[in-house]
């Protein structure tokens, strides 16, 4: 998701049901993503990755999928927990580039 | 955080000093990143190195410098021409900057008075 100024898109789930996070890249010629999660005052952590070559990959509770089509990329999260309330990065890296481009992050709020 | 370390995690400087942030990492990468990080923003990059003494500007270098002497260590200092230096100061390193991912170390908060 995209943000205005100070206001991070937020995304509400229950405790328990599945979560998902979506993400518009921005450069077609962008060959690996990243999601990471940041919780309140701390570093972002890497969560999982794709390169172009897949369109699918799972990891514990987690699963990305990428759709080069229409430039987009989700997070699914399985059996939402209350550790998992944190802000969500997707990130690209073009291919061949020393940078990686990160989006503004959507923030997940689980609900008891 | 993965073997990468910032220190201080908070940091209060008054307005026109300059004040370091440092970053070190023990993983053996070869490339390290600053970002700096608003409220409710993303992350936006200051400088990066992919090599010892070498680095580069990223989208925001102005009003900051950096040094990379050593491949474990690379310092930011924010300078007295940073306009607006209050903000949440990221380092990561990754082993290869166009393949690998980049691994955050846990920031440091600027807070200038």
């Known amino acids: 998701g995209e943000s205005v100024g100070l206001h991070l898109p937020t995304l509400s789930v229950q405790e328990g049901d599945n979560s998902i996070i979506n993400c518009a890249y921005s450069?077609?010629?962008?060959?690996?993503f990243i999601w990471y999660k940041q919780e309140s005052g701390k570093g972002p952590q890497f969560i999982i990755d794709?390169?172009?070559?897949?369109d699918k990959r799972q990891g514990q509770r987690v699963t990305v999928l990428l759709n080069k089509t229409v430039k987009h990329l989700s997070l699914q999260i399985a059996a939402t927990q209350p550790g998992d309330s944190a802000v969500y990065f997707c990130?690209?890296?073009?291919?061949?580039?020393?940078?990686?481009?990160f989006g503004k992050g959507t923030r997940l709020h689980i609900l008891p | 955080d993965g073997g990468i370390t910032q220190s201080p995690k908070y940091l209060f400087r008054k307005e026109g000093q300059n004040v370091t942030l440092s970053c070190e990492q023990n993983?053996?990468?070869?490339?390290m990143y600053w970002y700096r990080q608003d409220p409710g923003q993303g992350l936006r990059l200051i400088y990066y190195s992919q090599i010892v003494n070498d680095f580069q500007k990223g989208d925001i270098a102005e009003g900051y410098s950096v040094s990379r002497e050593k491949k474990e260590s690379f310092p930011l200092t924010v300078t007295s021409a940073q306009k607006n230096p209050t903000a949440f100061y990221l380092c990561?390193?990754?082993?290869?900057?166009?393949?690998?991912?980049?691994?955050f170390g846990p920031g440091t908060r600027l807070t200038v008075l």
């Open positions: 993983l053996n990468h070869d490339a």
């Open positions: 990130a690209e890296n073009l291919n061949r580039d020393d940078k990686i481009i």
């Open positions: 990561a390193s990754s082993m290869d900057p166009s393949t690998d991912t980049q691994y």
């Open positions: 450069n077609s010629a962008s060959d690996y």
């Open positions: 794709i390169r172009s070559n897949m």
